[in-house]
């Protein structure tokens, strides 16, 4: 009677235990081959209370943020701060930037780059102006890394050049620089980049020495820049223009009543668009096609704008003010291919105002904030 009682009491206090722990099924756990091959080595040391941890341990992370079970209990990745879609990708495999270090198709992977370049010059080109190219490119040193858009098609003739043979080439027919880095340049594939140049075609360096310039960059800590234009050559805005006797200058006089604050385009915070030099930080301004009224936004990316936008003054260039893009435009309605492009441009620059302004307005309005002169009911 006594072994009965007791029998009893030991069933009846092992149920109350059992039901007092979650439900596991040992039964949905997937586990890896190695595991059940060392459970099968008599010798492995491993018991089936190790076994049974290792499921409770298992069964416990299915509550957590980062579940390690699928619904067939197989182990997974689920990793919800990865990029859209790759969230199964372990973190370690994914990564955010990359870049346009060219790689051969043989030998070592870890033998293709004996160096890598610092900076990057972009020139958007027709095979017109390949002379002209071909003298740009000379001024830049093998710290570069040379990147032709071709706006005409004309790829395979530029191997005239010897330096061609090392470059990249991007074509797109009818194309201008900025379709092209909205494109081929965002800002995580030229990230190993210190600076970035996204030049014209029709520029003339005989004055000019591209690592000198970065020279002079660095040491006025400029994060948007462009070359002094001479001033004799062409149409350009007194800020832009060559001064001589001082390596930099940041800020100029315009004619009465064009500028409404001196810290604001066009007299100080101002490059043209025709030969700027970005740094890696602030290459994230980028808008439009022909990019007409961006100049006058790029202020709006480094801060304080005055202080950090700025020409370079001891090297120069010469704007040549070649027509060739807007040859490449359509006549219609009577009007010259070169009508056609300026009125696109105009456009667009009227374009590019309004959404900048209903940008801005519509921030604003999110924080509760009323601008000046604000249209709104």
Same mark, same amino acid.
């Given at each position: 009677?006594?072994?009965?009682i007791t029998?009893?009491i030991?069933?009846?206090?092992?149920f109350?235990?059992?039901?007092?722990?979650?439900?596991?099924?040992?039964?949905?756990?997937?586990f890896?081959f190695?595991?059940?091959?060392?459970?099968?080595?008599?010798?492995s040391?491993?018991t089936?209370?190790?076994?049974?941890?290792?499921?409770?341990?298992?069964?416990?992370?299915r509550?957590?943020?980062?579940?390690?079970?699928n619904?067939n209990?197989?182990?997974?990745?689920?990793?919800?701060?990865?990029?859209?879609?790759?969230?199964?990708?372990?973190?370690?495999?994914?990564?955010s930037e990359?870049?346009l270090?060219?790689?051969r198709?043989w030998?070592?992977?870890?033998e293709?780059?004996?160096?890598?370049?610092?900076?990057?010059?972009?020139?958007?080109?027709?095979?017109?102006q390949?002379?002209n +190219?071909? @003298?740009? /490119?000379k001024k830049?040193?093998?710290?570069?890394?040379?990147l *032709?858009? =071709?706006?005409d098609g004309?790829t395979?003739?530029?191997?005239?050049?010897e330096?061609?043979?090392r470059?990249i080439?991007?074509?797109?027919?009818?194309q201008?620089?900025?379709?092209y880095?909205?494109?081929?340049?965002?800002?995580?594939?030229?990230?190993?980049y210190?600076?970035?140049?996204i030049w014209?075609?029709d520029?003339?360096?005989?004055?000019?020495?591209?690592?000198?310039?970065?020279?002079?960059?660095?040491g006025n800590?400029?994060?948007i820049?462009q070359?002094?234009l001479e001033?004799?050559?062409?149409?350009?805005?007194q800020?832009?223009?060559r001064?001589?006797?001082?390596?930099?200058?940041k800020?100029?006089e315009?004619r009465p009543?064009?500028?409404t604050?001196?810290h604001?385009?066009?007299?100080?915070?101002?490059?043209e +668009?025709? @030969?700027? /030099?970005?740094?890696?930080?602030a290459w994230?301004?980028?808008? *439009?096609? =022909?990019g007409?009224?961006?100049d006058?936004?790029?202020?709006k990316?480094?801060?304080?704008?005055?202080?950090?936008?700025?020409?370079?003054?001891?090297?120069?260039?010469?704007?040549?003010?070649?027509?060739?893009?807007?040859?490449q435009g359509?006549a219609?309605n009577?009007k010259?291919p070169?009508e056609g492009?300026r009125?696109?441009?105009?456009?667009?620059w009227?374009m590019?105002?309004?959404?900048?302004?209903?940008a801005?307005?519509?921030?604003?309005?999110?924080?509760g904030?009323?601008?000046?002169n604000s249209t709104?009911n």
């Open positions: 009677m006594r072994l009965f029998t009893v030991g069933l009846v206090f092992g109350l235990v059992g039901i007092s722990f979650p439900s596991v099924s040992i039964t949905k756990f997937h890896p190695s595991i059940i091959s060392h459970v099968d080595d008599k010798n040391g491993i089936t209370q190790a076994l049974l941890n290792h499921a409770w341990t298992s069964t416990k992370n509550n957590r943020g980062n579940s390690i079970l619904a209990g197989m182990l997974k990745i689920y990793i919800p701060t990865n990029p859209r879609g790759a969230e199964s990708l372990p973190p370690g495999i994914v990564v990359s870049d270090h060219l790689r198709l030998g070592k992977p870890n293709d780059l004996p160096m890598k370049q610092k900076y990057l010059v972009t020139f958007t080109v027709g095979y017109d390949r002379h +190219i071909d @003298a740009a /490119v830049f040193s093998v710290n570069f890394t040379i *032709l858009f =071709h706006y004309r395979t003739e530029w191997d005239e050049f330096w061609s043979k470059a080439h991007v074509s797109a027919k009818k201008t620089k900025w379709w880095a909205k494109r081929f340049l965002h800002p995580d594939i030229v990230s190993s210190e600076y970035i140049f014209d075609e520029l003339g360096v005989e004055h000019f020495n591209a690592e000198e310039y970065i020279r002079l960059v660095k800590r400029l994060e820049s070359p002094g001033p004799d050559k062409g149409l350009t805005w800020m832009t223009k001064r001589g006797g001082q390596e930099v200058h800020e100029t315009e009543g064009w500028c604050d001196p604001l385009p066009p007299c100080a915070a101002f490059v +668009i025709m @030969a700027p /030099v970005f740094s890696r930080d994230r301004c980028n808008d *439009l096609v =022909h007409w009224g961006l006058f936004a790029l202020r990316c480094v801060e304080p704008a005055h202080q950090k936008i700025g020409v370079v003054d001891a090297q120069w260039i010469v704007h040549q003010v070649v027509p060739s893009l807007g040859n359509q219609e009577g010259a070169w492009v009125e696109r441009c105009r456009k667009e009227g590019f105002q309004s959404r900048m302004q209903e801005e307005k519509a921030y604003y309005m999110q924080k904030i009323t601008l000046p709104q």
